[in-house]
């Protein structure tokens, strides 16, 4: 399987700005029941095994989650600091909720929550996201079990079918389109910026 | 006029973080015409005079005139690297282009460019972003004139209705939503993280 084109930049500009502990963060949007566009800050968490698919973690208790149920496309905007560049990534998000029933993504789903620290962990036995301030007690569960994640955690994978890279530095500045087609190849296009 | 709850806060922020130039990024959803979500960095442009109207400026060739020109809604999220904290806004979006016939608004366009740099101004005589890429020549044009914007060169302003703010410093993090009622007045909510 070869690797995506649009991979090997973005491993670049993971590495170069890798000082940062910010760099692992992005903006993810979604559409709301009302058709109208909302935008958060998420981790990345890597790629789901050797495919392009972006592992993102959230409670199912959030809004985003009851976004991607109805409208399942997403569009990630990742901005690095240090080299000035942004690559947006564009697709379908997979929702690995509790009742997934494939033996693979659950899999994967419980890697993941392995995977988190126990103060990330915790955070999903806290009291409802978004609701009315509860008091501090509602904040000091006991720990999770480290090895089965909790109901409400949920795995999302953004796979992507278009990305735009543009890299700030340049005179002028430099942006290419890749495209995925309908058996899988990737095509990348120089564009203006 | 009293200011706008969530003002302070901001302000704040702002100059907590002014050390670093990317502060004044902040990534812009909002929705294609098939409905999906977009999502992109862009350079907060400050407020519109004594409003909370939070001034961008885009190309009337652009992706996100046409999208805005559909659905008029869209959501900021600005994440500051250095206090961790991130706001989340979201409003209508007012489109400010060549045509817009509301005299202040239009003089608002107009200073807008006149405090653009050259090097900001000049990429409005660039060729077509997002087009496939011109020759070098397209990316060297006689400079615009710096008193009358170029005709694709447009003002959006972001009037928000609801501000998610978070911080993530903080056992367990704080969180607030500030909601503006009918008549103008914002109420601020600590709510769950």
Known sequence: MSVSLWRSPLSRALHRNRSKPHTR???LATVQADGN???????????????????????SRSQKFQQVRQNTWGE????????????RLAGEIILVDVDNSDVELQKA???TWQELSDNARIQFAWAHPGKERANQ????????????PLANFCLLLLDPL?????????????????LRDESGNWEKSP???
């Open 37 to 59: 566009p909302t935008n958060r800050t998420v981790v990345f968490r890597g790629f789901l095994g050797e495919t392009d698919k972006i592992k993102i973690i959230t409670d």
């Open 76 to 87: 990630i905007c990742w901005y690095f600091t240090e080299t000035r560049e942004q690559f």
């Open 137 to 148: 007690e509602a904040f000091s569960p006991p720990l999770p079990d480290a090895i089965v």
């Open 25 to 27: 963060y992005f903006q």
């Open 109 to 111: 789903r419980h890697l």
């Open 191 to 193: 564009v203006n910026p």
């Open 162 to 178: 278009k990305v735009d890279h543009l890299e700030l530095r340049g005179e002028p500045q430099n942006r290419w389109f890749y």
